[in-house]
């Protein structure tokens, strides 16, 4: 029997979580509303949400999961990618925790975790199979050979297809996070009454930068021939941008499906709580005979759950980190 509890801190969200023998028994997730009048993340703000944050929610995950504290085994934490001074609180947490306890600490690269979320819940996928993670902070396409074998072959050159749907409500206007208010307008609109550009970039990796200038220039030339252009297009605007985006995410997808002749196929990250999204990759599995697999909901944006379950891992290899261990505001896989 193996209890993990799990820390997430990357960015804005403080999470934690407990896993027994693989098993999430909670995920407790506390968002921070004090970055939506600043249009975007502060990171010192951040990190100061998360110091208050920490104790409450890791209370709250021990006694959702109706396990005491002298039963859990490890403590995992997610070291990197992210804001370093949020992360610092989780790392600290957990390190405290860990030696108090004398219990070991588990190290987790939070981009590996979005990928074996799919290893939660049932079906799972099997290996090799490939993972587009997307969110606002990374688009990249996965190579998973097993569950800490994992290759890199396509990423963004520029901004991330998260970051994307954030400038792009920015521009519209709407307040943020403006993404998943792209995904509702987007439901009512026409995808088709707009063109935006496909940028053509080489070989697995995206761009989006050049999205995004095209979408600030018809925005511009619109309003001033009509002030209320927004208003009266909002939804069609939207399902446009929406369309653009995730067709740049799919065509990629589908080229390093046929290149690795792989058939599970898979997302994660923020993003993947898209519905558009969702719905084009069921139509393009339909097409080219994928098996697809997408995490619950609770799972796709930054939770400790899937901190767990990495952590979980990498107890059963035993592998375990120092107390002198430190946060990563860049990690690779």
Not at 247 to 252: A, E, R, S
């Amino acid at each position: 029997m193996t209890t993990i509890l799990a820390i997430e801190s990357s960015c804005d969200e403080t999470s934690a979580a407990i896993c027994k023998d693989g098993k999430i028994l909670s995920n407790i997730i506390a968002t921070q509303a004090v970055h939506e009048k600043y249009g975007g993340v502060v990171p010192e703000l951040a990190s100061r949400a998360h110091q208050q944050n920490i104790i409450p929610v890791v209370q709250e995950a021990i006694a959702g999961a109706k396990v005491n504290k002298k039963d859990i085994d490890a403590v995992a934490f997610t070291r990197g990618p992210g804001l370093l001074g949020s992360l610092l609180v989780g790392t600290s947490f957990a390190k405290g925790f860990a030696l108090a306890k004398g219990i070991p600490l588990v190290e987790v690269n939070h981009m590996q975790a979005h990928v074996l979320a799919h290893f939660i819940d049932d079906p799972k996928p099997r290996f090799p199979f490939l993972c587009l993670t997307v969110s606002g902070g990374h688009t990249q396409i996965v190579l998973v050979r097993d569950y800490f074998d994992m290759e890199v072959v396509g990423e963004t050159n520029d901004d991330a297809a998260g970051e994307a749907f954030d400038k792009t409500a920015k521009i519209l206007g709407l307040p943020y996070p403006g993404g998943p208010l792209i995904d509702k307008y987007a439901r009512e609109g026409n995808p088709h009454a707009f063109a935006f550009p496909e940028p053509q970039i080489a070989g697995l990796d995206f761009s989006f930068s050049g999205l995004k200038t095209s979408i600030l220039y018809f925005v511009r030339d619109r309003v001033r021939e009509d002030a209320e252009f927004l208003e009266k297009n909002m939804n069609d605007i939207c399902a446009s941008v929406q369309y653009r985006i995730i067709t740049i995410l799919l065509n990629k997808l589908k080229k390093a499906a046929r290149q690795f002749g792989i058939r599970d196929v898979s997302i994660a990250g923020g993003v993947s709580a898209n519905s558009g999204l969702r719905s084009m990759l069921q139509d393009a599995a339909d097409k080219n005979g994928w098996n697809v697999f997408i995490p619950a909901f609770q799972y796709c944006t930054d939770n400790a759950g899937m901190i767990a379950i990495a952590g979980y891992y990498k107890f059963l290899q035993k592998d375990f980190a120092g107390q002198d261990i430190a946060p990563l505001a860049r990690m690779n896989f």
